[in-house]
């Protein structure tokens, strides 16, 4: 099971008690007394049943005071009121508001009678009910033009909603003739196009209201094409109308609340809704702001002034490497060199002894070998076009020289004999 629908016993008990709250708001509810205790706390305690099931009841000490007799064991009575919880105890009770004793006069048998003809046609349905309009611009008021109700209504719609549009259709709204009028104008209120009709008047008695009670006017509230508020008599008095009209109003004046908005609700809602466009608008801002720095950012990193910096810094680079590796080049060179000109100096050195010491191996030989070393005075040598020749390869008739260490002796050869 997902913990996150998992919930406490006190939180659900406090979502039926505003489903049943909410839903049954206000009821009428027959049957029989049973079990009845007045508190010492001045409520009365009660249980109603019937011959299949009960319901407990409580009256509060305000809604008792009002009664004009007293609960008797077995009593039949009609109860109005509403649906409550006891979150504690998890158990739901009737709220009452009033306790009338059952019985059937002429009156209520026709309005039993009536009542159950229509629903039978669907006057009472859900689906044929029009939805009122959130926000109403013109509203038409069917109702007596010098009665109290009138006055309730505009005083709830000024202070509530003073920008709605209201226009009266003087009606009779009691005795013989107030049904048809009724329906007659309520037809009339329908041709205007206004927002919402509203047909109601003050409390009274079941005869006073009768007017409501009319099937002409429960017609005419059906055909309308305009949605219709039923606000007849006080919270406990319903009428025909209240059951075939659009929305059903406990009373004038709460018509008023119920179907216009309240301007300092909608004032407080505008509020939020400023603070809330202003919140986002400047989270909106915020959000462009830094996606705005982020492309700026972005343009200058792959701008050209930005490519030719890092190109720069780039060639930097190379250029230190490179004079880097050039210096390192040429103290490794530098540094061969010198071991270079140290090996070869030293080669050298070695070279130009050998040299020397065979230079003076060479000279000690040519002195040994110097054929004018040691020798005497008639020593000469044989030279030829400028070349010093063996005497052997001479042929007769060749001119040649005879050199010695004071003269030189041109001869030719008059014969050759060898040995």
Not at 49 to 74: A, P, Q, T, W, Y
Not at 235 to 244: A, G, K, L, T
Request: a positive charge; charged letters at 25%.
């Amino acid at each position: 099971m997902n913990s996150s629908s998992l919930q406490s016993v006190t939180s659900l008990n406090n979502q039926i008690k505003s489903l049943l709250e909410s839903t049954f708001l206000y009821v009428h509810v027959e049957g029989e007394v049973s079990r009845f205790t007045y508190h010492s706390s001045g409520h009365l305690y009660f249980t109603l049943k019937d011959n299949s099931s009960s319901i407990s009841c409580v009256m509060f000490k305000g809604n008792k005071s009002k009664m004009k007799f007293r609960l008797e064991e077995g009593m039949q009575v009609i109860i109005s009121g509403s649906i409550s919880l006891y979150v504690p105890r998890g158990s739901y009770q009737l709220n009452c508001i009033s306790i009338e004793p059952s019985g059937s006069g002429a009156l209520a048998k026709a309005y039993e009678q009536l009542k159950e003809k229509l629903r039978s046609l669907g006057y009472f349905d859900e689906k044929n009910k029009k939805e009122i309009p959130r926000y109403i611009k013109s509203v038409i008021l069917v109702t007596s033009g010098t009665g109290a109700a009138l006055q309730d209504m505009l005083r709830v719609s000024k202070n509530r909603w003073p920008l709605i549009k209201l226009k009266v259709i003087d009606t009779i709204v009691q005795g013989e003739n107030s049904a048809s009028n009724i329906a007659q104008n309520i037809k009339y209120a329908d041709s205007l196009g206004a927002d919402v009709i509203v047909i109601g008047r003050g409390g009274g008695s079941i005869e006073d209201l009768w007017g409501f009670n009319e099937e002409a006017v429960a017609v005419a509230i059906y055909d309308a094409n305009t949605p219709v508020v039923s606000a007849v008599g006080h919270e406990i008095d319903y009428v025909i109308s209240d059951f075939v009209a659009d929305l059903r109003a406990p009373t004038p004046s709460a018509a008023m609340e119920m179907i216009l908005p309240d301007k300092n609700e909608l004032l407080m809602s505008i509020d939020g809704m400023i603070e809330q466009m202003q919140r986002f608008y400047a989270r909106a801002i915020s959000t462009k702001d830094m996606d705005l720095q982020n492309l700026k950012n972005e343009f200058q990193r792959y701008s050209f002034e930005q490519k030719s910096y890092l190109m720069l810094q780039e060639i930097d680079i190379l250029k230190n490497k490179y004079r880097d590796k050039m210096s390192a080049l040429f103290q490794e060179n530098d540094r061969k060199l010198i071991i270079s000109r140290e090996n070869l100096s030293y080669i050298c050195q070695q070279n130009l002894l050998r040299k020397k010491q065979i230079l003076e191996n060479l000279r000690d030989i040519l002195k040994i070998k110097n054929p004018t070393s040691g020798l005497n005075e008639s020593y000469a040598q044989v030279v030829k076009d400028g070349r010093t020749i063996k005497p052997e390869n001479l042929k007769v008739d060749d001119i040649f020289e005879l050199q010695t260490k004071k003269s030189i002796i041109k001869s030719r050869v008059l014969g050759l004999q060898k040995i």
